[in-house]
Structure formats: C-alpha cells, structure tokens
DNA sequence: ACGCCACCTATTTTT
DNA sequence: TAGGTGGCGT
C-alpha cells in the first residue's frame, strides 16, 4: 500500500512525478483504476473517495504514457459544471501538452456534437435548433389545443420524455400502450416528432435518442465514432439512463477503452429515468469487467462516516463498501430536535455565529440542506435577522430569463430559418403591433404551402392578403430579419448579436416593460454579460466558431462559465439534498429529518424508500467536519399545524457516535453517551404530552 | 396589455 | 397557508 507519497514505489512513473507533486498523490485502487488497460474497467467509488481524480489522472495517463491522441479520447458528465471542473483540473495536469480534440462534455452535448456530424441521416438540415423544454411545451401546446383546449400537457410532456430516454419510438409507443389516454399520447409523440423534424429542431431527449437511433441503424457511422472515440471515461455513472446506457455500448461495442465511475449509494435520480442498475449490466455486456473498488475517503472525517456507512448499510448492496478515512474520529454528529421549524432555524443560525467566531473560517463553508424547496423559508427568514449572507440554490437560471431567451430566439431565428417557434416568440418582442390575426393567417399559409413562418412572411403571394398597415409591418420585419440574415456568414457573432440588439432597441423595450428600474437594470445587465460571453467566446475559437455552433451550444448552457459571481460571495450555502451532491463543506446542517419528509410521504417503500435514504446518505456526506441534523415536532402543513415524528433513518445510525442535543425540554446540556434508541423514546413521550 | 380574483395545489431537476 | 396560474374584465 502506498498511501504515503515518499519513496513511494508505485507511483505511476518517475514522469509523473513533476506533476504529482503539485497535485495529490494517488492511493493504490487510484493507481490501479488509472493504470489499467486491456478490459473495460468499473470503478466503485465511494462519496469523497477521489473519483474525479481518478478521470483525470486516467485522462493525463493515456495522453502522456499511452500514446492516445486526445481526439481520440471522450470523458462525458452529466452537469456542464462538472465537465468545466474536469478540463480545468486535467489543464493543470496536462500543462505543455496539447490537449486538441479530447472531448471532456456531458452526455447532451456529446450528443450533440454527433449529430451536428450526421444530421443528414436524420432528416435534420444544417443550423438546427435545440428547444428547451419550454420550447417544447409551447410545441405540444399547439399541438393538442386542436384537440382540446384542457389537454393535460405537463403529463404529456413527461410521458414524450420517458418515451424517448427509454429509447423508445412513436410507433413502437403505439404498440405497448395500455389504454385510450396512453394511445392518444402515442399519436401526439409522433405528430410531436414531425412537427419538430419541420422546425428543424430538436429537443434535449433527442440529444441522446438520435445518436442512439444514428448508431444503430447506420453500420458506417457507427464504426467512424468507434473509430474516433477509442477511449470513453463516463462520471458518475450510476446515473445513466436507457438511453445513455445504449449510446455508450454501441460506442464501445465490448471494447477495452470503458472507464465508468460511479457510485450505487449515491443514485438519487431514479425519479427522473435513472437507472442505477446499470452498473450491473455493465457486467453482462462487459464479460472480462475489472472492478475496483475507491474505500478510502479523504473528505470527512471517521465518525461521520461511521454515521453515513450505518445507515445505507440497511439498503441491499450487490457490492459492499466501507468508507474510512484516516482523518481521525472527528466531532460527534448532532442530532437536535426543536419545536418548530422557526427554533430549528434559530438553533441553526446561532450554531453558524458561533462556529464561524470560533473557526474564523468562511461562511461559503457552511451549507444547510433540506429534501424540499419550501423548507428553506424559516432559515431565510433566521438568516436575514441575523444578517448572515446565504446563497440559494436553485431558482431561475441565467437561460431561462426572457430577456436571455429573447436574444436566443433571434440568433436560433437567423440561424435555422425553419425554427417557428423562435419566430412566434420574437415577431412581436419587442412590440411590433403584428397580432394575433395576422399571424393566424400566416400559420395557415405557412403550413398549407409546407413552408416555415419566416420563409412564408417574405412571400408576395402572402403579403398580398394583409391589410396594408399589417403588411407594411410584417414586411419591414421579414426583411429585416432577412438582412441580418445576409450578415450572419461575415460578421463576428457578438457584433452580430449586438447589432440585433441595437436594431430593435431592446433596451428601450426591456426599460419600458420591467415593473421597476431595479429589475430593468438587472436585466440589462444580463444582455451585457450574455454580450461579454460571445465576445470571450468568439475570441477564444479564433472566431472559427460559427453563430450556429455558438447557438447550438447556448441551449445546452455548456459554454457558459457562470462561477465568477460565486466564488466571490462568502455566503452560507442553502440547497436541497439533490443540488448538494458533488460538493463538500466542513459543516453542514440537514434540516427537516422528519417522518414524510425525509422519507418523503410519497416514497416511503420500496425502492423509493431506498433511494430516500441514499439522499440523506449523500447529505452526511458532504460534511467535512461537523455534521448537525435536525428535526422539529411540529410544522404547518397544507395550511394546518401538525405533529411530526422524526425521521426513522435517525434510528438507524450509530448511536454511539451521535450526540441528540435536549432542545424540546429546553435545557442546553448534551447527553454524550445515552443511547439514542432511549433517548428517542423519551422524546416520543415528551412530544405524545 | 394589464390587473384582479378565484381556484388549485403542494418533492427532488440536469440537459 | 401561500404562492402560482388561468380566466376575465377593463
């Protein structure tokens, strides 16, 4: 074993040592995991245990001692941020080297980028759009408001979703249904996928689906992408879906070049078309598997461990682990029960004063956690009156604010003139006094003569119908538009976009529709850094990068690097227990371990069950150092006050190395060593009077 | 185009 | 309970 760096016989290589020494060293299952070569290889990684080390010291290795040109290397996440993490830290490693053509992405973005190669198998012209699922709502919108006008859209958005990441055609749809609502979502998933084949769009599940369905069907091509891509590393595996799951075999096609990491303690998105077993089917369609197995945590500390080791051990395992670390015992995790979420909060926020004047270190290593959204309010609240500074997760993002999307639906417009939708959203932002009459004839004539609304817009044959005051406006419109079009293949992007602005002096329009200065001058301030960012970019790409690839990309959000306000902002962390997977803090605070909440009511068996205990595994986790999990014994639900029991998972952890503090009878003391089994039942009585 | 009221619902969310 | 939404009236 070599966990100690000096005089260290296996080390990856003398080479290495220059690089190693301003990086960490590697334990021996890193060094394995890194080193190996000649069978697709499975790393079990454990929460905190190096995984993201591993890829890229993989990465580094087949580059520098395998002889692999990057292009010929794919390492694929599943957020933009981890991909962005991963080229930044391989661009430490890899200093010198160039690192040409190796794709470090997520899965969409691959995804993208192979069908950008063969969109013509597909039916796709070049400068196609990407929809967001907000795009994509407002397509099945249109779609079923023919039908009836109280379609339930939201279910058959999600059901169109599950089609698709199970890989699954409209007309393979149409044959597994079970009843009339379930056909009928079949016939709108087909007429769903026309419509977006006649807009040249594509939604984000196409991003996978397609590819799966380009490499499956086309021998050629499938043999170029194995050809290109000879060595596939994939990030946190366990939460691959179906589609993922075939897009990643049919690229590797039983070859030796498959590094997956992951971790089955850590899958939390089933919900959402996960699949966590596919980390044993991996062994079916990999036969000679090499399983290593990443125990050793370098993030917490033992007692922590201890706790998060106890209680997913009463989940089924098909590999055990056991996470240790050599940290030390560490504080003992707390358990504090309190009487609301009010003096839940309050207990929390006096612990962060206290700690962070005794530990002199930085708010932005606090975070507190939650299962749901909701129950960040009292700590808000509690954290306003005492001025501490907190960073909300979640909320809207950067591309999901209209102005930002605005500006995209015109540069998608320019880019891929079959993109209505883009059209629909912008004919009129800002105000051109093109209604709703003039454009219902436009559909009309659009769709009867199988042309786009912007190609339609510019015919004579069309204008002609309109009212002269209609026609002058959509004309000046549709030429306009034609005419930046024309500039599209010479002028930069970022003046392009720029210009757009300026033409339609949206920021006039934005000025006069924000309900007061203050949202007016965030929003320009968006526009501007939406401007900066394509300027940066065009500049970076040597302004190779045509808008279409730019537009293309800003969809998936994947070029964006959005961490310059955050790592600035010394703030208390609040996210729910989802958003806090992949990040550590020295302490953090779980809140709310109550019975329906965590477990949540609507997963309290089964597999759900488990998945519920995952997501607190993943929460204890994340602590560094100290480790605060508390409950309240009442909560206003739905309007009405109601007694809650704490959470059954806080029976299952080891008692001996937890602390329950004495909130409810309101003395300060701790009780170190009672059980907590008693203790709980001392507090059930206490909360029953 | 906007504002108001009645109604409905209430888990997690990336690309 | 509260916040978001859709319909309606101005």
Redesign the pocket.
């Known amino acids: 074993m070599c966990t100690h760096p000096l005089g260290n016989p296996c080390l990856l290589g003398v080479q290495y040592a220059a690089f190693m020494t301003t990086q960490s060293f590697l334990n021996q299952p890193q060094i394995d995991a890194v080193e190996h070569l000649g069978s697709p290889l499975l790393v079990l990684a454990g929460a905190g245990s190096g995984k993201t080390r591993v890829i890229t010291f993989k990465i580094a290795h087949l580059i520098r001692e395998g002889g692999i040109a990057p292009r010929n290397i794919a390492a694929v996440t599943?957020?933009?941020?981890?991909?962005r993490e991963m080229k930044e830290r391989l661009a430490g490693l890899l200093e010198g080297k160039t690192t040409h053509g190796l794709m470090v992405c997520?899965?969409?973005?691959l995804g993208?980028t192979m069908i950008r190669a063969e969109h013509r198998h597909l039916g796709y012209r070049r400068g196609f759009s990407i929809l967001?699922?907000q795009d994509s709502e407002t397509v099945l919108r249109e779609l079923t408001q023919k039908e009836s006008?109280?379609y339930d859209v939201p279910a058959l958005q999600w059901r169109i979703?599950t089609w698709k990441n199970n890989i699954i055609s409209p007309q393979q749809a149409q044959t597994q249904v079970e009843d009339d609502t379930s056909f009928n979502q079949a016939k709108l998933y087909a007429r769903y996928q026309r419509q977006l084949l006649a807009y040249n769009a594509l939604d984000?599940?196409d991003?996978i689906m397609q590819p799966v369905h380009l490499l499956s069907q086309y021998a050629d091509i499938r043999q170029r992408w194995q050809h290109s891509i000879r060595h596939l590393l994939i990030d946190e595996y366990q939460d691959t879906n179906v589609g993922q799951y075939l897009l990643m075999k049919l690229l590797m096609d039983k070859r030796d070049g498959l590094t997956v990491v992951g971790d089955d303690d850590q899958s939390?998105?089933a919900?959402?078309g996960a699949r966590p077993e596919n980390i044993s089917l991996l062994g079916r369609d990999f036969p000679n598997l090499k399983i290593i197995k990443l125990e050793q945590n370098y993030r917490s500390n033992d007692r922590i461990l201890k706790t998060a080791n106890r209680l997913i051990a009463n989940n089924p395992h098909l590999f055990e682990k056991q996470l240790w670390s050599d940290q030390g015992l560490g504080d003992f995790p707390r358990i504090i029960p309190c009487k609301s979420p009010q003096q839940e909060a309050q207990h929390i926020v006096g612990d962060i004063l206290r700690l962070r004047f005794k530990r002199r270190d930085n708010f932005s290593d606090y975070a507190i956690l939650y299962?749901?959204?909701?129950l960040a309010?009292p700590l808000e609240q509690a954290l306003r009156e005492h001025h501490i500074p907190y960073k909300l997760?979640?909320g809207m993002?950067f591309f999901e604010r209209a102005e930002i999307k605005d500006l995209i639906a015109y540069l998608r417009l320019l880019v891929n003139p079959e993109d209505d939708p883009a059209f629909l959203r912008i004919v009129?932002t800002p105000?051109r006094e093109i209604g709703p009459a003039t454009l219902e004839k436009l559909g009309i004539y659009a769709t009867q003569r199988n042309k786009s609304l912007f190609m339609a817009s510019q015919e004579l044959g069309f204008t002609q119908q309109l009212p002269t005051h209609a026609r002058l406006r959509l004309e000046q419109f549709s030429s306009w538009l034609q005419a930046m079009k024309n500039r599209t293949a010479n002028e930069n992007p970022a003046n392009l976009t720029r210009r757009v602005i300026d033409d339609i002096a949206y920021a006039d329009w934005l000025r006069?529709?924000s309900?007061n200065q203050k949202t007016a001058q965030k929003r320009l301030e968006n526009v501007q850094e939406l401007l900066d960012w394509m300027a940066r970019l065009t500049a970076e790409k040597n302004a190779s990068a045509g808008l279409s690839d730019i537009v293309g990309h800003m969809?998936?959000?994947?070029i964006i690097d959005r961490h310059q306000d955050e790592r600035t902002i010394d703030a208390v962390n609040l996210?729910?227990?989802?958003?806090a997977k992949g990040l550590e803090f020295s302490c953090v605070w779980i809140a709310g371990l109550e019975e329906e909440l965590l477990p949540?009511?609507?997963?309290l068996d089964g597999a759900?069950l488990e998945?519920?205990r995952r997501?607190f595994y993943v929460g204890i986790t994340r602590a560094k150092e100290h480790l605060t999990m508390s409950f309240a014994a009442s909560r206003?639900?739905?309007?009405?006050q109601l007694a809650c029991r704490p959470s059954r998972f806080l029976d299952e952890l080891p008692q001996e190395h937890i602390v329950w503090a004495d909130e409810v009878t309101r003395t300060n003391s701790t009780k170190t060593r009672e059980t907590g089994k008693a203790h709980l039942a001392n507090l059930k009585a206490i909360l029953d009077h």
């Not at 299962?371 to 909701?374: E, V």
């Not at 996210?575 to 958003?579: D, G, V, Y």
């Open positions: 599943f957020t933009n941020k981890a991909a997520t899965f969409h973005s993208l967001d699922p006008s109280d979703s984000f599940d991003l939390i998105y919900w959402r299962r749901s959204n909701h309010k997760s979640g993002s009129n105000r006069n529709t309900k969809a998936l959000l994947d996210m729910t227990l989802h958003a949540h009511h609507s997963s759900q998945e519920e997501l206003t639900r739905y309007g009405e």
